[in-house]
């Protein structure tokens, strides 16, 4: 493993990566030990250009012993050439009136691009998207990247897996930590499953714990999956800090063995684990080896019930998949 991790970040002058660069850049993410360069990447407009490098120069200021460097740039080209990690926060945002239809088509091309530019990556590069609708905008990273395997490309789930975690914790009366094996199951949307039957609160199964049926089967998922919506609905702006934070912890748990006996919720290309299509960028319960490799946790049990919850998801993908095959 080299002393130093190239980062690259899309969308850098944005209010996600303004709370992210800093966290990456500090040794939170990577360890004391590690360097990090940052190639900080947006588009090549003169006045978001000029606010790219003023979160460098804040970055400077900082004086992290861990920041090897900063490059501040509007080309992906330039900016995924060597790059360990990338992180695709940059995103075409829905506007009023459009449908997710047309928000991945107007996504299509930007995905379309970065897949290209990304086959200068380093040879271990291993890819996060964040910007939404973020499965399908790594599918199509993926698909057009012809020179990284697809098991590199991961969209993020973990904003949910967190949430699904604080909404348990309060609801038990316990903290964040008591709560374990969570997973967010199919898309990054309101028809993703967070799935409360496999978690644990202190090592026991939720339902022993909370044992109001009613709430886990309808408010606690309904609360997870229109969390972003509350959030700005209460503070009208979308959920920046937690985003950023989410894709700290993501970049973490790939970069560390997981603990036996518990898991990570993580986008990635299936392999056909719980009949999932192959291909299809979807959220599983995942194991990192910590040295670049990765597996789905295989034989949870799913009832009926869940498991209808997992299919509407992955039906959801498909039909994505569908309105961008040309892009594939």
Not at 37 to 62: N, R, S, Y
Not at 97 to 105: C, F, P, S
Not at 259 to 286: Q, R, T
Not at 290 to 307: I, N
Request: contains cysteine.
């Amino acid at each position: 493993m080299s002393n130093t991790v190239t980062v690259a970040v899309t969308g850098a002058a944005g209010q996600i990566c303004y709370n992210l660069l800093f966290r990456l850049a500090s040794g939170e993410t990577f360890g004391p030990d590690r360097k990090v360069h940052l190639k900080l990447v947006d588009l090549p407009i003169e006045a978001v250009q000029k606010a790219t490098e003023g979160v460098a120069m804040e970055l400077m200021d900082c004086g992290f012993p861990t920041l090897a460097g900063i490059d501040v740039t509007g080309d992906a080209n330039e900016g995924f050439e060597g790059a360990n990690w990338a992180v695709l926060v940059g995103a075409k945002p829905r506007g009023p009136g459009m449908l997710r239809g047309d928000l991945l088509l107007g996504n299509g091309p930007i995905f379309t691009g970065q897949g290209k530019a990304l086959e200068r990556g380093a040879s271990d590069l291993r890819v996060l998207v964040v910007g939404n609708p973020c499965n399908t905008n790594a599918l199509i990273a993926a698909s057009n990247c012809k020179g990284v395997p697809n098991d590199r490309f991961h969209a993020m789930t973990r904003l949910d897996q967190n949430r699904a975690v604080a909404q348990l914790a309060a609801k038990a009366g316990v903290t964040n930590a008591d709560i374990s094996r969570v997973t967010i199951w199919g898309n990054h949307s309101a028809t993703q499953y967070p799935d409360f039957e496999n978690a644990r609160i202190n090592g026991k199964p939720v339902s022993e714990v909370i044992t109001d049926t009613q709430w886990l089967q309808n408010d606690f998922i309904k609360a997870v999956q229109q969390r972003g919506k509350a959030i700005i609905q209460a503070r009208g702006k979308s959920s920046a800090a937690s985003a950023a934070s989410a894709a700290i912890d993501h970049i973490r748990s790939f970069e560390t063995a997981t603990a036996d006996g518990d898991w990570f919720s993580a986008a990635i290309c299936s392999d056909g684990s719980y009949g999932v299509p192959e291909g299809l960028i979807c959220s599983f319960p995942v194991r990192s080896d910590g040295k670049g490799g990765h597996s789905v946790v295989q034989d949870l049990p799913m009832t009926d019930w869940a498991r209808a919850k997992l299919d509407a998801s992955v039906n959801e993908l498909m039909s994505e998949q569908d309105t961008v095959k040309d892009l594939l």
